[in-house]
């Protein structure tokens, strides 16, 4: 069985809603709204995991900050697999000259003379 997966920032914030009083009860209402949005749309719940991430400060600094993130799975289906094979790829074929374009010819290569090399060594040496 292949999955594949979805992770997501954990909230940071509570969501208000009728009857919760604490912070604690509209944070658990933000996560609550979170995993069953996803679940609505196939995701299944698997963990919550705290990694770190290395953030810019200021000009030079860094600094290593830890992001609290939600991890979804699903099944994968037949629609989410095919995207991902290699699709394969042809070489482009060379241009065609026109009946009025005379053939293209590549230039004779240029070779120095053995005395021209050496002399030009001997300049280097110096």
């Excluded at 997966?5 to 709204?33: C, H, M, W």
């Excluded at 699709?87 to 074929?93: D, H, M, Q, S």
Aim: glycine share 4%.
């Amino acid at each position: 069985m292949s999955y594949e997966y979805k992770v997501i920032p954990a909230p940071v914030r509570g969501l208000k809603a009728k009857g919760l009083k604490t912070a604690e009860d509209r944070f658990a209402n933000a996560l609550q709204s979170a995993m069953n949005d996803l679940a609505a749309l196939g995701w299944e719940y698997v963990r919550a995991d705290t990694l770190p991430c290395e953030q810019r400060e200021g000009l030079m600094g860094k600094t290593t900050v830890y992001q609290n993130m939600l991890v979804f799975r699903k099944e994968r289906t037949v629609e989410t697999i095919a995207p991902m094979a290699p699709k394969p790829v042809r070489a482009p074929k060379p241009p065609q000259p026109l009946d009025d374009e005379p053939p293209i010819s590549t230039p004779e290569p240029v070779v120095e003379e053995a005395a021209e090399v050496e002399a030009s060594q001997e300049q280097k040496q110096d």
